[in-house]
């Protein structure tokens, strides 16, 4: 990876920690602001301790900053009460506040670039057909395990876990986020998928290059 790409992302990672402090400060619930932002703290690790030997593409590096950033906002103001969310409810003329379906949606496009850039770089699966339908399958099985996190956070913690959830009242809300999720993750392979190719190729290029 070249010395600029590396100073981009480390500009990135100093502005996601910034703003991560900064959503820390006052957030309308403590408890729900820390189970959103948990991912992030387990992630950002891992990628600054792979980075030297297994960094990714700069595509998946930007799309896990912006999905950082999604989770930050949740976190801060829960989801049924981020400001956008209630313009995109008065744009499609809705009652509830949408901003958790774009989070669940990026559940999908993000995570499955990641499955995917790890099978290819891996050369685990051969066939796009097959690897396509593994990478779907991942995807919903991350998305429902995180359905059952929210439902072992109920069952823990009562109404305290009424934030986290975010339902606002849908009794479908569980099937709801999964499948957008899922439009997540066939937008992500349908849009992206030329790209990655060729971002792969040039990092899979430069490392075969320095080994």
């Given at each position: 990876?070249?010395?600029?790409?590396?100073?981009?992302?480390?500009?990135?990672?100093?502005?996601?920690?910034?703003?991560?402090?900064?959503?820390?400060?006052?957030?309308?619930?403590?408890?729900t602001w820390f189970m959103e932002i948990f991912p992030i703290l387990i992630a950002v690790p891992i990628m600054i301790f792979t980075y030297k030997?297994?960094?990714?593409?700069?595509?998946?590096?930007?799309?896990?900053?912006?999905?950082?950033?999604?989770?930050?906002?949740?976190?801060?103001?829960?989801?049924?009460?981020?400001?956008?969310?209630?313009?995109?409810?008065?744009?499609?003329?809705?009652?509830?506040?949408?901003?958790?379906?774009?989070?669940?949606?990026?559940?999908?496009?993000?995570?499955?670039?990641?499955?995917?850039?790890?099978?290819?770089?891996?050369?685990?699966?051969?066939?796009?057909?097959?690897?396509?339908?593994?990478?779907?399958?991942?995807?919903?099985?991350?998305?429902?395990?995180?359905?059952?996190?929210?439902?072992?956070?109920?069952?823990?913690?009562?109404?305290?876990?009424?934030?986290?959830?975010?339902?606002?009242?849908?009794?479908?809300?569980?099937?709801?986020?999964?499948?957008?999720?899922?439009?997540?993750?066939?937008?992500?392979?349908?849009?992206?998928?030329?790209?990655?190719?060729?971002?792969?190729?040039?990092?899979?290029?430069?490392?075969?290059?320095?080994?």
């Amino acid at each position: 990876m070249s010395l600029n790409q590396s100073k981009f992302l480390v500009l990135l990672l100093l502005l996601l920690c910034g703003l991560l402090i900064l959503s820390g400060l006052n957030p309308y619930d403590r408890l729900t602001w820390f189970m959103e932002i948990f991912p992030i703290l387990i992630a950002v690790p891992i990628m600054i301790f792979t980075y030297k030997h297994y960094p990714l593409t700069i595509l998946l590096y930007c799309l896990i900053f912006v999905h950082a950033l999604i989770l930050i906002v949740g976190g801060s103001y829960t989801y049924a009460r981020v400001p956008l969310g209630f313009q995109i409810a008065e744009l499609l003329d809705i009652q509830r506040n949408p901003y958790d379906k774009v989070g669940h949606f990026f559940q999908g496009f993000v995570p499955l670039l990641v499955a995917r850039e790890i099978l290819l770089r891996g050369a685990y699966i051969h066939g796009d057909k097959m690897r396509n339908f593994v990478l779907i399958c991942i995807v919903l099985a991350l998305s429902t395990s995180y359905e059952f996190i929210e439902w072992g956070s109920a069952l823990a913690l009562g109404q305290g876990a009424d934030e986290f959830l975010g339902t606002q009242g849908d009794p479908w809300d569980t099937q709801s986020d999964m499948f957008c999720a899922l439009i997540g993750a066939i937008s992500s392979l349908s849009l992206l998928s030329g790209i990655h190719d060729r971002q792969l190729k040039a990092l899979v290029g430069k490392n075969d290059n320095q080994a």
